[in-house]
């Protein structure tokens, strides 16, 4: 059987420079060759490939005819014993350990300390009436991270913050372990930010457990066999929660941000939604619920930008899609924003219409994978939707934005999707509120 269309570029580093340098690598890919080609990135031979069919088969193979891969500097840096990196059973008993920090009545506890947070945020915005809005949303969803995750207030102000920038900037580099690259200052700050964690942990141990942020349910969890976290264990998998629960948010957040500021029409359907809610009182999970058309349009952003472009996976064993041959050993990468970018499966791929998901219209449920599908979905996902839904509806109701002049909106995609100059915007209390 032949092997999908494509080149392996040039010997030992292939086409990973293209990969690294231009966000649409793929898509010209895909135009040229189809819905499969193949590739050679990070050293390894790959094969990309996009749409619903792709989706389920990459998605619901798991321990069949994948496992979970990353690049090498994406391994190193989230550690050894990080959950993104286990497989098979383990991967399967520790994930059920560490969704008790994500169970519904565990995020109903953090309500209170989100909104908190996206209000002080918002009134500070309100005093700097233009801003760049990537790096404050970076701050802001850090600070929640911080605060529901670890239990430390203004985390981006502490050195876990700063320590934590540097290393989101190797996660997706070439793993050359030099002082000046950003692979070499990634993986220093990985020891400085264990080092950090390993402080807010044994402080956690020695004290007495809150139970209402995530690690002191990590600290205190059991697992079938009844056995905890070492300590080793909690370092990495404290810092891929800090990840998760920050990274992708940021860009989900920039994304809405900059999406509603182009779509008035959107926009004033949000808000007019929004009047059905008093304005003054703390907002509930049940009044979250019933924001149905805000649900839509949040859903639209995560099709249209969705934070991380794609999914790796490693061959364990050789198989079969579209007619082609995968071979042992070799990797693929699953396009996300390729699928969602489909126009058999979403007509006008690029126009921005929340209306996708009326419930009339709804996806079929391999179509769309903003957090992923199968054994491996996002754990954080419910976390990062509460977020994503109680900051739109807030900033919505009482703030309006417009985008500045003179900016370059292209979006750059490592190590997740977000507009090149940051989103500059000017920023004021509605008229209605002031």
Same mark, same amino acid.
Request: glycine share 8%.
């Given at each position: 059987?032949?092997?999908?269309?494509?080149?392996?570029?040039?010997?030992?580093?292939?086409?990973?420079?293209?990969?690294?340098?231009?966000?649409?690598?793929?898509?010209?890919?895909?135009?040229?060759?189809?819905?499969?080609?193949?590739?050679?990135? &990070?050293?390894?031979?790959?094969?990309?490939?996009?749409?619903?069919?792709?989706?389920?088969?990459?998605?619901?193979?798991?321990?069949?005819?994948?496992?979970?891969?990353?690049?090498?500097?994406?391994?190193?840096?989230?550690?050894?014993?990080?959950?993104?990196?286990?497989?098979?059973?383990?991967?399967?008993?520790?994930?059920?350990?560490?969704?008790?920090?994500?169970?519904?009545?565990?995020?109903?506890?953090?309500?209170?300390?989100?909104?908190?947070?996206?209000?002080?945020?918002?009134?500070?915005?309100?005093?700097?009436?233009?801003?760049?809005?990537?790096?404050?949303?970076?701050?802001?969803?850090?600070?929640?991270?911080?605060?529901?995750?670890? +239990?430390?207030?203004?985390?981006?102000?502490?050195?876990?913050?700063?320590?934590?920038?540097?290393?989101?900037? +190797?996660?997706?580099?070439?793993?050359?372990?030099?002082?000046?690259?950003?692979? +070499?200052?990634?993986?220093?700050?990985?020891?400085?930010?264990?080092?950090?964690?390993?402080?807010?942990?044994?402080?956690?141990?020695?004290?007495?457990?809150?139970?209402?942020?995530?690690?002191?349910?990590?600290?205190?969890?059991?697992?079938?066999?009844?056995?905890?976290?070492?300590?080793?264990?909690?370092?990495?998998?404290?810092?891929?929660?800090?990840?998760?629960?920050?990274?992708?948010?940021?860009? +989900?957040?920039?994304?809405?941000?900059?999406?509603?500021?182009?779509?008035?029409?959107?926009?004033?359907?949000?808000?007019?939604?929004?009047?059905?809610?008093?304005?003054?009182?703390?907002?509930?999970?049940?009044?979250?619920?019933?924001?149905? /058309?805000?649900?839509?349009?949040?859903?639209?952003?995560?099709?249209?930008?969705?934070?991380?472009?794609?999914?790796?996976?490693?061959?364990?064993?050789?198989?079969? &899609?579209?007619?082609?041959?995968?071979?042992?050993?070799?990797?693929?990468?699953?396009?996300?924003?390729?699928?969602?970018?489909?126009?058999?499966?979403?007509?006008?791929?690029?126009?921005?219409?929340?209306?996708?998901?009326?419930?009339?219209?709804?996806?079929?449920?391999?179509? /769309?994978?903003?957090?992923?599908?199968?054994?491996?979905?996002?754990?954080?996902?419910? &976390?990062?939707?509460?977020?994503?839904?109680?900051?739109?509806?807030?900033?919505?109701?009482?703030?309006?934005?417009?985008?500045?002049?003179?900016?370059?909106?292209?979006?750059?995609?490592?190590?997740?999707?977000?507009?090149?100059?940051?989103?500059?915007?000017?920023?004021?209390?509605?008229?209605?509120?002031?």
């Amino acid at each position: 059987m032949a092997l999908p269309p494509g080149s392996l570029g040039l010997p030992l580093i292939g086409d990973t420079l293209n990969f690294l340098q231009d966000s649409q690598f793929a898509k010209k890919r895909h135009q040229q060759y189809g819905p499969i080609f193949k590739t050679s990135i &990070f050293g390894q031979p790959t094969v990309f490939m996009r749409g619903e069919e792709a989706s389920l088969f990459v998605l619901t193979n798991d321990n069949q005819y994948f496992v979970a891969s990353f690049p090498a500097s994406m391994k190193a840096l989230l550690g050894p014993l990080s959950l993104s990196l286990q497989t098979g059973a383990n991967h399967i008993n520790r994930r059920k350990l560490m969704y008790q920090a994500f169970q519904p009545r565990v995020l109903v506890g953090y309500i209170g300390a989100m909104e908190n947070i996206t209000q002080r945020y918002l009134e500070k915005w309100e005093k700097m009436e233009t801003l760049t809005w990537y790096p404050e949303l970076k701050n802001y969803t850090f600070d929640v991270a911080g605060k529901l995750l670890v +239990g430390i207030e203004n985390g981006s102000e502490t050195a876990l913050g700063h320590y934590f920038e540097t290393w989101c900037n +190797g996660l997706v580099s070439i793993s050359l372990d030099l002082p000046w690259t950003k692979f +070499g200052q990634a993986k220093n700050s990985r020891k400085l930010l264990l080092a950090e964690l390993e402080k807010i942990i044994r402080a956690r141990q020695e004290g007495t457990l809150s139970g209402k942020d995530a690690l002191s349910l990590l600290i205190s969890g059991r697992d079938d066999e009844g056995n905890s976290l070492s300590l080793e264990e909690l370092k990495d998998q404290v810092l891929l929660l800090l990840f998760a629960g920050h990274e992708t948010l940021t860009s +989900g957040l920039t994304s809405f941000c900059l999406l509603l500021a182009q779509n008035p029409d959107v926009m004033a359907k949000v808000r007019a939604e929004q009047q059905q809610f008093p304005a003054t009182e703390p907002l509930t999970l049940e009044q979250l619920k019933q924001m149905t /058309y805000l649900e839509q349009v949040l859903r639209e952003v995560l099709r249209l930008v969705p934070p991380v472009r794609g999914i790796f996976r490693k061959v364990i064993n050789a198989c079969e &899609f579209g007619g082609y041959e995968i071979p042992k050993g070799w990797m693929v990468a699953f396009g996300i924003n390729q699928t969602h970018q489909d126009s058999q499966l979403y007509p006008e791929p690029e126009r921005f219409d929340p209306d996708r998901f009326s419930l009339e219209r709804s996806p079929k449920p391999f179509s /769309y994978v903003p957090f992923g599908a199968g054994l491996r979905d996002c754990l954080g996902k419910e &976390f990062a939707r509460l977020e994503m839904k109680l900051f739109a509806a807030k900033i919505v109701r009482e703030f309006e934005w417009e985008l500045l002049p003179d900016q370059d909106l292209n979006l750059l995609a490592i190590p997740t999707q977000r507009p090149r100059d940051g989103l500059r915007v000017k920023f004021r209390r509605t008229t209605m509120n002031r």
